[in-house]
């Protein structure tokens, strides 16, 4: 790859790594600030909402305005979402900040970044290596998730050793993450004018033309996914395993360690199966699996067993997810490609933004586990659905 493409993965590598250190400790930092369960879904509701319209905006005018400029703003609204998120613990002022800013409570992709880096990435690379690059890119994703994790729960329990409350040694963390925020400012900054798009970009409302009914339904099917997914974002599973078998920081990190790990790997092998079996089989056939133990998580009996099917789970988790990002680059026109991202990864976030509140709800019941099977069974529904309407459709690669 080009040097732009050797930056915009360490810029992925920054990011991901911050949102992984956030989100072990984020639920439990506002916990301590005061908001209740309640009102911590609530909150991460309106984070997923905000983030929806900012990065509508963002990335349908990418192509447009220019993808570093939209890059360099998200990269501001990171650092002023940490650093409102560490000043204070009032409510409203935090859900004006999680609706301007950006913050992940899942320890996923959020905000305007991956929509304009995999347009990016699909200019400087041929149709045949998109899906093996993305793959690759979703590795390193992973493994940065799986450290900032391990990191961040292994600071906090330090510094909690050394004397300081749990409520400042989450503050550290938020801290923290605003800082990474002006380092990958840093580094989108160095981008050159080859990540721009190359062809005449058509005016339309949100940057599409001639694939927007593809791109609608996409949208449709990737909002039902991710509001499932919505249910089991990573710091209320983190919140679920201290309520369920009270473990520790140190030690949430370390599971969440290594659940990102085995994601990762799981999507850097996606490349090599959608190569023999086409992209729509991979997304679909190793996801319903996945889903499957992700609705054993909560029948095992002990926290080591909790642990074994979890991390299970994420080994085959993420094949759809650079398998998704390449067939949705394929199937619509280059100077498109950064809306049509953008366009179904704000529908993703509108899913995945009611969620978090009926899990935040249901945490207060003694009904603390059904967030696993909700999420297992909408799934599953979103795997048949999408096969039965894209099976068709094969990407350029697959077509010849």
Do not use: C
């Not at 290596?129 to 793959?135: E, G, I, L, S, W």
């Not at 339904?217 to 997914?229: I, M, P, R, V």
């Not at 619509?332 to 809306?339: F, I, K, L, Q, W």
């Amino acid at each position: 790859m080009s040097i732009d493409g050797y930056l915009l993965f360490a810029t992925r590598i920054v990011r991901l790594f911050a949102y992984g250190f956030l989100s072990v400790i984020l639920a439990l930092y506002l916990a301590q600030v005061g908001l209740s369960e309640t009102a911590i879904g609530a909150l991460f509701t309106f984070t997923l909402l905000g983030d929806a319209g900012i990065s509508l905006w963002i990335t349908t005018s990418a192509d447009r305005i220019g993808r570093q400029h939209m890059l360099l703003l998200g990269a501001a609204l990171m650092i002023f979402a940490g650093i409102i998120f560490a000043l204070t613990g009032n409510f409203v002022l935090l859900t004006l900040a999680a609706i301007i800013g950006v913050i992940s409570p899942s320890g996923n992709e959020i905000g305007p970044f991956l929509s304009i880096e995999q347009a990016a990435l699909s200019q400087i690379v041929p149709d045949a290596q998109r899906t093996r690059v993305f793959a690759w890119y979703n590795l390193v994703g992973s493994f940065a998730t799986a450290t900032g994790a391990l990191v961040s729960g292994s600071l906090a329990q330090i510094l909690q050793a050394n004397g300081y409350t749990p409520l400042d040694s989450y503050r550290v963390v938020v801290i923290g993450y605003a800082a990474i925020g002006l380092a990958l400012a840093v580094l989108f900054a160095r981008l050159s004018p080859r990540v721009e798009t190359t062809r005449r970009v058509v005016s339309t409302t949100i940057g599409l033309h001639r694939s927007r009914n593809v791109v609608l339904k996409l949208s449709a099917l990737f909002a039902l996914d991710a509001f499932a997914g919505g249910f089991i974002v990573q710091s209320l599973i983190a919140y679920w395993f201290q309520l369920r078998f009270g473990v520790p920081p140190a030690v949430l990190g370390g599971i969440f360690f290594g659940a990102n790990i085995l994601a990762g790997i799981s999507a850097l092998s996606a490349a090599r199966i959608a190569a023999r079996f086409g992209l729509i089989n991979t997304m679909v056939f190793t996801h319903i699996p996945s889903n499957l133990l992700l609705m054993l998580v909560p029948l095992m009996p002990n926290l080591p067993l909790a642990i074994v099917v979890l991390l299970a789970r994420f080994s085959i988790s993420q094949m759809d997810v650079p398998t998704r990002q390449s067939y949705t680059m394929a199937v619509v026109e280059p100077d498109e490609r950064s809306a049509a991202s953008g366009v179904t990864a704000i529908a993703r976030s509108i899913g995945a933004a009611w969620s978090p509140a009926l899990t935040g709800a249901l945490l207060q019941t003694p009904f603390i586990s059904a967030p696993f099977f909700l999420a297992g069974g909408l799934k599953i529904g979103y795997d048949l659905l999408l096969y039965r309407s894209f099976r068709a459709m094969k990407p350029p690669e697959e077509r010849s």
